[in-house]
């Protein structure tokens, strides 16, 4: 039996969360029936979203059924989707995270 490696909260949803970390290639099941599985088009790391349909510059990002953010970038299905390629509708500062970290970068710590 395989392993669920990503999570589709809401069929509505056009974004999914790795639950563990997915090399290009890897062929995520979700655990729907809508979309029952989606191929990793690059490095994901467990926690982060995976895109589960191409998504234009202006889309809204939708994770929970609900409007997380909106893409910066187009974004291919089966890709990273995370600071480098969409920006929070809720926190405006999200723009100044470290995509890797999170950590601030418009602020200098002495």
Same mark, same amino acid.
């Given at each position: 039996?395989?392993?669920?490696? &990503?999570?589709?909260?809401?069929?509505?949803?056009?974004?999914?969360?790795?639950?563990?970390? #997915?090399?290009?290639?890897?062929?995520?099941?979700?655990?729907?029936?809508?979309? =029952?599985?989606?191929?990793?088009?690059?490095?994901?790391?467990?926690?982060?979203k995976?895109? #589960?349909?191409?998504?234009?510059?202006?889309?809204?990002?939708?994770?929970?059924?609900?409007?997380?953010?909106? &893409?910066?970038? =187009?974004?291919?299905?089966?890709?990273?989707?995370?600071?480098?390629c969409?920006?929070?509708?809720? /926190?405006?500062?999200?723009?100044?995270? /470290?995509?890797?970290?999170?950590?601030?970068?418009d602020? &200098?710590?002495?």
């Amino acid at each position: 039996m395989a392993v669920q490696n &990503a999570y589709q909260v809401d069929i509505h949803d056009n974004v999914a969360t790795a639950l563990t970390d #997915l090399e290009p290639g890897a062929v995520c099941l979700l655990g729907n029936r809508t979309q =029952p599985e989606i191929t990793a088009a690059e490095p994901i790391t467990a926690g982060h979203k995976i895109a #589960l349909q191409d998504i234009a510059p202006g889309e809204k990002i939708i994770k929970y059924n609900v409007v997380i953010g909106e &893409a910066t970038r =187009p974004v291919s299905k089966g890709c990273w989707v995370h600071l480098h390629c969409m920006k929070s509708l809720y /926190d405006e500062r999200s723009s100044h995270l /470290d995509v890797h970290t999170g950590a601030p970068k418009d602020i &200098a710590y002495e």
